[in-house]
Nanobody, 123 residues
Framework: QVQLVESGGGLVQAGGSLRLSCAAS????????MGWYRQAPGKQRELVAD???????NYADSVKGRFTITRDNAKNTWYLQMNSLVPEDTAVYYC?????????????????WGQGTQVTVSS
């Protein structure tokens, strides 16, 4: 099992910045992809950004150039730096971890989620 604890959400004015953190504990050695999702009221949860064990990053088009995902393997922590925030970024942000393990012929996967942290951007 992997436990994820988020921090860093809050209220910010449009144009401002926030940094979210996600600390993982437990069976962290099998985590391959670390990411952030968000869910706004009345909308589906969507991928914001993720970073793989090979340091490949992936961003939603709506945040490219404004958000940056990084990871600190020594601390089992990853971050989402959010700049130039707009009201449309208002949502509950969830950190996510994808773990993979097992022999090549049979790979097992598990998804883990944080509890969510509210980000509110005022206009």
């Amino acid at each position: 099992q992997v436990q994820l604890v988020e921090s860093g959400g809050g209220l910010v004015q449009a144009g401002g910045s926030l940094r979210l953190s996600c600390a993982a504990s437990g069976r962290t050695r099998y985590i391959e992809v670390m990411g952030w999702y968000r869910q706004a009221p009345g909308k589906q949860r969507e991928l914001v950004a993720d970073i793989s064990s090979t340091w490949t990053t992936n961003y939603a088009d709506s945040v490219k150039g404004r958000f940056t995902i990084t990871r600190d393997n020594a601390k089992n922590t990853w971050y989402l730096q959010m700049n130039s925030l707009v009201p449309e970024d208002t949502a509950v942000y969830y950190c996510h971890a994808l773990s993979r393990w097992g022999p090549v012929e049979r790979i097992y996967e598990s998804d883990y989620w944080g509890q969510g942290t509210q980000v509110t951007v005022s206009s």
